[in-house]
């Protein structure tokens, strides 16, 4: 004999011993080969002495055996369903899976069930002790299906016909109809009673017995119909009275004795028992469903009639559940946090119901939200008809073999059923979205583009006003300059200023020397020598001075010997001889400073490079206060203010005298009212006073005096009249808004 | 290094403002100045060189405007080369000056006057307030008091409203400004001397 067995299933060794797989549980050994060696498990129905077992085996057929191993393994299932149900803390083997079973069985291998002595053919093979009592047999016969349906042993069929209703009678309950399991749990039932009256009675059958004996008696069920083949104590269990009028008479089928004593003797519901091997029947599994129903409807009350009529006892009678407080059971919950803010809804009545609404059912369907029903996994939307269809499914193989409907074999069970459906995260943008996105597109580029220019009529506009302003200057100016016209006197009156720059020269010495400071840009040579000339002019006429010319900017130099070349040619001053030119002085305000304190350091050199410190022209002139005066040409108030401060303290008592321009004389006025500045000439207005002073020389002043005063009113006259003209626009603009 | 540049900040203010009051600082404010002046010379060459960088950059790109960078390119060389040879004060730099520079911007500054011209007759179209028509009222009455009446002598504008408007209400405002700008200097000598302003750091 071999230590270990393969199981065929999983491939592990177990002992040779065990009779399924430690693993798999898988049967390892044939409930042949199980009775053959192992006498400790058998089935319910076994026989218990092994001598007879021997003696069996041998005369015993072998499409016999196989059908007993069948009908013991079908019945040791049920017997330990029923078992469970009565003795729960019995624990089972570890070893076998049986071993309980044949210890449930012991007390009844004395009084085997003729239904099982029929379905294991033992009636026929004649073996004594395992007959019925007649008693009990007249119990099976009127309870029995018609003698046609099943056959009996007394009918006295041959082997085949045996052979051939023994097979039928294999198939488990669900192929059985309701009649006739409800005919086979009696019969269990009775069987058991008789071997075992007191303490083989399921518990929960007693507690239900308890329960039944506290209710009243409940009235027949009102789908009860005698034309049905109902027995009378069926009848009587479920209460109706044996004298209530028929609408057809039945057979009066006398209660048997085994029930005598079971609740529904008296008319009391009785739970429904299981079925015959333990799997509930739809009738069994939707109790509320057909007491709900029977309360009003007569489709559910046949339901309910034809559930009893088959021996089915529902758990909850329709009378209990009636008397039934649920408002009370339900206000005992503890309801979740989120139910206990629901309000209940306002009790209508079925009569206050519209017509259409009556005839709805009581509970419609929630109209769930789209985003809800697809977040439901794909399990729940099985069809419930398929389910049950597959509950049928038998197995056929493995630890549940024969067994029905235990695991779910519903179709694609095995795929991942629970996953969500995959959504794509594309956005559903409709055509309203892309016109918004468009349109925010076109202002964010907006944002991003120049101003596209106004009106063409208004910008042609604007450039014809300032093509008729130039016109109108330049023909009005160059008229009078080309007919040198002396139509604007010029103004008597000389202002203080100019009379004391006219008195610090004339109160230089004769020869001396005078630093002359060109700063003003080429853009104001027309004004800044016009201003000038008849100051120097004045100078050069009384004084003879001497010259060293400088300047802070680049091009000072070349303006100072446009000057000195041009508006004072009369005089000949000469480069080298007369003056001398110090150039460019860098530097801005540090250059100005440095050219106070040393001059010579500051500016070693002349514009060409030359040894001016040393010329006739700067003989003895080191320092600035050696200079006589100084002389400032400017058009900036940067440069007037520079000269002013950063020479006030090493110029000594030598005067400085401003040439300014008009834009630039009255802010360096204050220089002037303030003692830095000895003298200051600004604009025209200014330089006509010392015009005069010096005879009209050079006449510079005269000659621009026209085209100047001409300029001005012009330009007064066209500000005017624009303004006066865009001031009505604006107001008639304003009128028609407001109108 | 930046430390040591604002150490050599701060030294050199005030060696340069203690020149002004005492008379042994003045050499060294004087050295310091040279300086100033040194380096103010070459930033003048550093933006010459930038300036030919920058409209070379515009040639080479051939941008927009690129023929008026190459003018100013041959302008510029010419000009620098006149002056390696000739000297700043040759006639011929001079005539070259009064020829070219003195026109183009005296034009520049006629173009001013119509601009000017133009934009007070369009103040009051864009911003028609109290301010624009007294500014204006103020210029064109300063205009007409600076000229003379044609065929007669000086009017009263020309001989008592102008030289009050001058030296009463420019010569306040003139003041004020003055002094504004002299706070300013002040404190903005007073920052760098302390070091809170640094200018010299860039950016």
């Not at chain 1, 089935?43 to 009908?71: G, M, Y």
């Not at chain 1, 057809?248 to 529904?264: E, I, K, N, Q």
């Not at chain 2, 369009?122 to 109290?130: F, Q």
């Not at chain 2, 408007?165 to 003041?175: K, T």
Request: one cysteine or more; aromatic letters at 6%; charged letters at 15%.
């Amino acid at each position: 004999m071999e230590d270990a067995v393969v199981c065929p299933n999983c491939g592990e060794q177990n002992p040779a011993d065990m009779p399924f797989c430690q693993h798999c549980q898988w049967r390892l050994r044939t409930l042949e080969a199980e009775w053959g060696t192992d006498q400790e498990v058998r089935p319910s129905n076994a026989p218990a002495s092994p001598q007879r077992d021997k003696s069996e085996d041998a005369s015993v057929p072998d499409w016999l055996r196989a059908s007993r191993s069948q009908a013991s393994h079908d019945s040791a299932a049920f017997g330990g369903r029923l078992e469970a149900g009565r003795q729960p803390a019995a624990p089972p083997s570890d070893d076998d899976l049986l071993a309980g079973l044949a210890q449930q069985d012991q007390p009844q291998d004395e009084e085997i069930p003729d239904w099982v002595a029929r379905i294991v053919g033992m009636s026929e093979s004649g073996s004594p002790g395992q007959a019925p009592s007649s008693e009990n047999e007249s119990e099976l016969l009127e309870g029995a299906p018609p003698a046609d349906q099943a056959p009996s042993a007394e009918h006295g069929i041959g082997q085949e016909e045996s052979q051939s209703w023994a097979r039928d009678s294999l198939p488990l309950a669900t192929d059985i109809g309701p009649q006739e399991g409800a005919n086979r749990y009696a019969d269990a039932m009775g069987t058991q009673e008789s071997g075992t009256e007191k303490s083989e009675i399921n518990e929960w059958l007693r507690n239900l017995d308890a329960a039944a004996a506290a209710s009243p008696e409940p009235p027949a069920g009102p789908g009860l119909s005698a034309s049905e083949n109902v027995p009378t104590w069926v009848r009587r269990m479920t209460g109706v009275p044996d004298g209530q009028p028929q609408e057809t008479p039945g057979p009066a089928d006398p209660v048997p004795d085994w029930l005598s004593g079971s609740p529904g003797r008296s008319g009391e519901p009785v739970s429904a028992p299981p079925s015959s091997l333990g799997i509930p029947t739809r009738s069994q599994g939707r109790p509320l469903e057909a007491t709900d129903k029977a309360s009003g409807e007569a489709p559910a009350q046949s339901a309910t009639s034809a559930a009893i009529s088959r021996g089915v006892v529902p758990a909850f009678p329709l009378e209990d559940i009636q008397k039934l407080d649920v408002d009370a059971v339900f206000a005992s919950m503890q309801m979740p946090v989120w139910m206990a803010g629901v309000n209940p809804p306002e009790a209508t009545s079925v009569s206050d119901l519209p017509p259409a609404a009556q005839e709805e059912e009581p509970i419609a369907p929630a109209d769930l939200p789209s985003w809800v029903r697809a977040m439901r996994p794909v399990v729940s939307g099985v069809d419930q008809a398929a389910k049950l269809e597959a509950d049928k499914h038998l197995e056929g193989r493995g630890p549940l073999l024969g067994l029905q409907g235990v695991l779910p074999a519903l179709p694609g069970a095995a795929l991942p059923s629970g996953r969500p459906e995959s959504h794509s995260m594309k956005l559903d943008v409709s055509e309203r979205h892309r016109a918004h996105a468009r349109l925010l597109e076109s202002m964010i580029a907006a944002e991003t583009q120049p101003l596209p220019l106004q009106g063409t009529g208004q910008f042609r506009s604007h450039r014809m006003l300032r093509w008729a302003i130039s016109a109108i200057l330049v023909v009005g100016l160059g008229a009078n300059v080309l007919t040198g016209a002396r139509n604007f006197p010029l103004p008597a009156g000389v202002p203080n200023e100019s009379i004391a720059g006219i008195q610090a020269v004339e109160s230089l010495p004769p020869d001396a020397t005078v630093l002359a400071v060109f700063d003003y840009e080429p853009a104001t040579v027309g004004e800044m020598e016009a201003t000038a000339a008849s100051l120097m002019h004045h100078l050069l006429l009384l004084k003879h001075p001497r010259l060293a010319v400088i300047s802070t900017s680049p091009t000072g130099s070349a303006l100072a010997g446009r000057f000195l070349a041009g508006a004072l040619a009369d005089r000949a001053y000469m480069r080298g001889v007369h003056y001398v030119d110090l150039g460019y002085l860098p530097g801005g305000l540090a250059g100005v400073r440095s050219f106070a304190q040393n001059p010579t350091a500051a500016v070693p050199l002349g514009a060409s490079s030359e040894q001016v410190w040393d010329s006739s022209v700067l003989l003895g002139t080191r320092r600035l206060s050696d200079f006589a005066a100084i002389i400032l040409l400017t058009d900036s108030l940067e440069s007037g203010r520079v000269w002013i401060e950063q020479t006030a303290a090493t110029r000594g008592t030598s005067p400085l005298v401003m040439v300014a321009s008009a834009q630039a004389g009255p802010m360096l006025l204050p220089y002037f009212d303030s003692g830095q500045a000895d003298g200051l000439i600004a604009g025209l207005n200014g330089a006509a006073g010392a015009e005069i002073a010096n005879n009209g020389l050079p006449g510079l002043v005269r000659r621009y005096w026209d085209a100047y005063s001409l300029g001005l009113y012009l330009a007064a006259l066209l500000i005017t009249l624009g303004s006066t003209w865009h001031v009505g626009i604006g107001i008639r603009e304003r009128r028609a808004e407001t109108a | 290094m930046r430390v040591l540049a604002i150490v050599l900040a701060v030294l050199s203010g005030f060696v340069v403002l203690a020149g002004y009051f005492v008379p042994t600082f003045t050499e060294i404010q004087i050295v310091l100045l040279n300086w100033a002046i040194i380096l103010a010379g070459a930033a003048t060459i550093v933006g010459v060189f930038n300036l030919i960088l920058v409209h070379a950059d515009r040639i080479h790109k051939r941008e927009k405007g690129g023929t008026y960078s190459g003018i100013l390119l041959i302008a510029l060389f010419a000009a620098f080369l006149l002056g390696l040879v000739l000297g700043p004060g040759h006639a011929d730099m001079r005539r070259l000056v009064n020829a070219v520079v003195v026109p183009a911007e005296t034009s520049l500054m006629a173009l001013l006057a119509v601009s000017l011209i133009y934009g007070s007759v369009r103040l009051l179209a864009r911003r028609p307030d109290l301010m624009s028509v007294v500014f204006l009222a103020t210029a064109v009455l300063m205009l007409l008091a600076s000229a003379t009446l044609p065929f007669g002598q000086a009017s009263a504008l020309n001989d008592f409203i102008r030289p009050w408007i001058q030296h009463v209400l420019a010569l306040g405002g003139a003041r004020g400004l003055l002094i504004g700008v002299a706070l300013g200097t002040l404190v903005t000598g007073l920052r760098v001397l302390v070091g809170a302003d640094r200018p010299y750091e860039g950016a």
